[in-house]
């Protein structure tokens, strides 16, 4: 059974920063391309950063500079450090696997930007 469990939101204020984890089991982390995602309310999921097997990242433009994707292979661990985070990143983060045409979710965690 795959499991993506996701950690590390919060409510922080602007200018701040959160660290997100997400641990994965059930799957063969290393060949996985992981990513992060985010849901903010009436908005559509988009796409925050990806990494892949070799290392390889890709951030929307909104985060460059921002957030930084790294990944753990010992630990089946993918990580999202975001420093100065505005309001208009509060939204549901969530932990994406991929492989080929086969994917996986995490539950998501609340990331809330406010003073």
């Known amino acids: 059974q795959v499991q993506l469990v996701e950690s590390g939101g919060g409510l922080v204020q602007p200018g701040g920063s959160l660290r997100l984890s997400c641990a994965a089991s059930?799957?063969?982390?290393?060949?996985?391309?992981m990513g992060w995602y985010r849901q903010a309310p009436g908005k559509q999921r988009e796409l925050v950063a990806t990494?892949?097997?070799?290392?390889?990242?890709n951030y929307a433009d909104s985060v460059k500079g921002r957030f930084t994707i790294s990944r753990d292979n010992t630990k089946n661990t993918v990580y999202l450090q975001m420093h100065s985070l505005k309001p208009e990143d509060t939204a549901v983060y969530y932990c994406?696997?991929?492989?080929?045409?086969?994917?996986?979710w995490g539950q998501g965690t609340q990331v809330t930007v406010s003073s």
């Open positions: 059930g799957i063969i982390f290393n060949i996985y391309t």
């Open positions: 990494i892949t097997s070799t290392g390889t990242t």
């Open positions: 994406n696997s991929r492989l080929g045409v086969r994917g996986y």
